[in-house]
């Protein structure tokens, strides 16, 4: 039984044949291997289009941002899982990259929708001041927490924000995208009525968009870059493993009280 409808039987990513393996209509072994980066080749696999230099310039940038925070929820399900099943590695990974979500991790997605839809207005007329700030009065009129912006640790600012917006006026990267990120800092602090940080998610977004990456794809950025942040803490794992102390200090946080609720 046929589910949905389907789209053309073909694929423009890879042909694998006995003597060639063609990789977006390029030769895998006689042009790309020793030729590309590994973040170069990213952007072949995922637009069809190798990166110019500022493509290439801020997606390191931005992988680079975004791999590594710590003992984040990410980790520590990764490390707990790998030392429940030390012989799957890709489970542990697995478990990490399942938390990448609305809350955690996966937000530079919700923050490039609101971009997209900010430059939707702007492009309908409406003012680009006056756009954020209908954006943030209805985010904040549904009760919803504004993406982009705020942050348990990093005030008043997110020093991989900061950097990230300096390097995209100083690159001349920095365009529409970049230019509505800026406005809702204002909007939002004016909207919730107290100075709110803005979070690495929006540079990202707002860069990732600037640099014609497709908005439907912006949360593939903190899925790879932090595949690479659980993959080191899973080495560390082997040889410190901290998952069951972890495990043990969070159920004695935890109370227990009979009855159903």
Not at 57 to 67: C, E, G, K, Q, R
Not at 186 to 202: E, T, Y
Request: aromatic share 4%; glycine share 8%.
């Amino acid at each position: 039984m046929l589910i949905g409808k389907p789209g053309p039987a073909k694929t423009h990513i890879c042909r694998a044949q006995a003597d060639r393996i063609e990789v977006r209509g390029r030769d895998l072994a006689g042009d790309l291997m020793g030729r590309l980066s590994f973040t170069e080749y990213f952007h072949l696999l995922v637009t069809g289009r190798e990166p110019d230099a500022n493509q290439r310039y801020f997606l390191d940038l931005l992988l680079v941002s975004i791999a590594e925070h710590g003992l984040t929820p990410t980790a520590m399900a990764a490390r707990m899982t790998y030392d429940a099943a030390p012989d799957s590695l890709q489970a542990a990974v697995a478990a990490g990259i399942l938390g990448c979500g609305t809350v955690v991790l996966g937000t530079a997605e919700l923050c490039g929708a609101v971009l997209v839809d900010a430059r939707r207005r702007v492009e309908s007329g409406a003012e680009a001041k006056a756009a954020v700030e209908a954006i943030a009065r209805e985010i904040r009129g549904r009760k919803e927490k504004m993406p982009g912006f705020g942050h348990p640790i990093h005030h008043p600012a997110d020093p991989r924000a900061e950097r990230i917006l300096a390097l995209a006026e100083e690159r001349g990267a920095a365009g529409s995208h970049v230019e509505l990120a800026r406005l809702f800092r204002p909007a939002v602090s004016a909207v919730w009525q107290r100075p709110l940080p803005m979070n690495v998610s929006m540079p990202i977004a707002a860069c990732l968009l600037d640099l014609h990456f497709p908005a439907s794809m912006i949360k593939a950025i903190p899925i790879l870059a932090r595949t690479a942040g659980l993959l080191a803490h899973l080495a560390e794992e082997e040889h410190w493993p901290i998952g069951f102390p972890m495990a043990s200090q969070g159920e004695a946080a935890i109370a227990y009280e009979d009855g159903a609720g």
